[in-house]
């Protein structure tokens, strides 16, 4: 099942023209069996089979990559289980990667993915974002669930009036329901599928 799982992954990366490098299939498969060895004990990411989390997880996190190509430096913050930062740094190894993660269960399995995942460039960061200190902006700031639009486009203006770019990674009805020039932004490449929408924004 897990070889299948990420046999479509790798077949939607060919469909959409994203990079695929020879040790991405192995890692992949690995960080799905962590993460449903994981999901048997604790509730860390709702999914539980490996077509699920290739195709709610996975997927979803990659398509930021066809809005913006791989970039020198991500921000991922509320990680989680490592989404979206983790399957953007598998597929892309160069990008220096920080995951940012208050909880600890979630902290230690991110440490876990790391050792077992063999990644490099990454710093793995167990604090609320806001007592962050970066010495330099990322390029891109990026959060799969870690607030409502509204209260990410807030919190990420200390990098935006840097440069960085912000990604937005939410559901249709919520992307409408928000006006992100009154937060300053602006939209400047935007992808709409399945009613999700995967949004770069730039602070003008």
Not at 5 to 27: D, F, G, S, T, Y
Not at 167 to 180: F, I, P, R, T
């Amino acid at each position: 099942m897990v070889e299948q799982a990420v046999e479509r992954l790798h077949n939607w990366c060919q469909a959409v023209k994203l990079p695929w490098h020879e040790r991405a299939a192995e890692q992949f498969g690995h960080y799905i069996s962590l993460l449903m060895h994981a999901q048997s004990q604790t509730n860390l990411t709702g999914f539980s089979t490996p077509l699920a989390i290739v195709e709610e997880l996975f997927i979803d996190s990659l398509q930021i990559l066809r809005v913006k190509k791989p970039v020198v430096s991500l921000l991922d913050v509320g990680t989680g289980a490592g989404l979206p930062g983790i399957p953007i740094k598998i597929l892309c190894p160069e990008i220096e990667t920080i995951l940012v993660e208050p909880r600890t269960k979630r902290y230690a399995f991110l440490r876990l993915a790391e050792r077992e995942l063999g990644l490099g460039k990454i710093e793995i960061h167990k604090c609320r974002i806001e007592s962050l200190d970066l010495k330099n902006a990322p390029e891109m700031a990026i959060s799969k669930a870690f607030a409502p639009i509204p209260e990410w486009l807030a919190l990420s203006q200390k990098w935006a009036t840097q440069g960085t770019a912000i990604a937005c990674l939410v559901s249709q009805k919520d992307w409408e329901s928000v006006d992100v020039a009154q937060f300053g932004y602006q939209t400047t490449a935007m992808l709409n599928e399945n009613k999700r929408v995967y949004a770069i924004v730039r602070f003008v």
